[in-house]
């Protein structure tokens, strides 16, 4: 099997017309074709409805805006202390100037 890497331009009736020289005169071939075009087309944008994108529930907004009650925060985390082999920063630093022997801090 062989792969045939080649660029085309549609014509304006929307065609692609491909001309590959194989070599072998009257020969059948199994040819399979992958087409993607080469950048995408812009995708339409659709309309706001009330000022609201349409992909957006009826009322959500609505429903949902002004509603949280209580606070904005994150809980703690706690101490997670350093990774197995990690007591403590200067031992880590001390490992990549070995790992590292261009490095000089």
Not at 22 to 32: A, K, M, Q, S
Not at 51 to 66: M, N, Q, R
Not at 79 to 92: C, E, F, H, Q, R
Request: proline residues 11%.
């Amino acid at each position: 099997m062989r792969s045939v890497q080649t660029k085309g331009t549609t014509g304006p009736d929307g065609v692609l017309s491909l001309a590959i020289q194989l070599g072998t005169p009257e020969t059948e071939w199994d040819v399979v074709v992958i087409v993607q075009p080469r950048t995408a087309p812009p995708v339409p944008e659709k309309p706001l409805v009330n000022g609201v994108h349409p992909d957006w529930p009826a009322g959500f907004f609505d429903e949902i805006a002004g509603k949280w009650e209580g606070e904005v925060g994150r809980s703690e985390t706690g101490d997670l202390g350093w990774p197995p082999g990690y007591s403590k920063a200067p031992s880590v630093l001390s490992r990549t100037r070995r790992s590292c022997g261009h490095l000089r801090v």
